[in-house]
């Protein structure tokens, strides 16, 4: 079987795109204990790049989210692995995702870490993908959205493959 990506996002629209996001994060939490927790592996890359744009300055963290299961679809069981050293009382939480597809990641780890009492909580997300919701998810600092097609990519993979690449495609197997 072959896989081929088909360019849909560059990478001068996303670092564009990251640029402007890090400049409204900039001033929304401009008084604010910004705590930035990405969501792995997929958010990386995009998180590295928001914070080297903020001109606030920003904790950072990351937790684990695995969906039981492989392929392309998300069996809707989630597994949240939180880093030990992480403490979120009191502070201004933005968690950083690569992709909103069902959105029941998401949704999961909110209502997770709304437990160890953030001050607040919100999400950035690089990417949506609204055909596939399945839940009502709030995005409040949005990329770009995308059409119901497996993306890779700037930190998204299919089978641990193409993360490296610095735009977003869409694959195609023949
Ligand atoms: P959910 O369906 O919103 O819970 O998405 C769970 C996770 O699946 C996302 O955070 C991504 O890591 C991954 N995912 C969903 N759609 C795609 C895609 O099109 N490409 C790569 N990963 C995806
Ligand atoms: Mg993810």
Known sequence: MEIKVFPLISEEEIQNKVGELADCISKDYAKSKLLMIGILKGAWIFMADLVRKLTIPVECD???????????????????????????????????EDIVDT??????????????????????????????????????????????????????????????????GYIEKS
């Open 62 to 96: 990351f937790l684990r989210a695995s969906s039981y299961g492989s392929g392309t679809e998300t069996s809707g069981k989630v597994k949240i692995t939180l880093g030990a050293s992480t403490n979120i009382e009191g502070k201004d939480v933005l968690l950083v």
């Open 103 to 168: 959105g029941l990641t998401l949704s999961k780890i909110v209502k997770a870490l709304v437990h160890y009492n953030p001050k607040t909580i919100k999400v950035c997300s690089l990417l949506d993908k609204p055909a596939r919701h399945r839940t009502n998810i709030n995005i409040d600092y949005l990329g770009f959205t995308v059409p119901n097609k497996f993306v890779v990519g700037y930190g998204l993979d299919y089978d641990e493959k193409f993360r490296y690449l610095p735009y977003v």
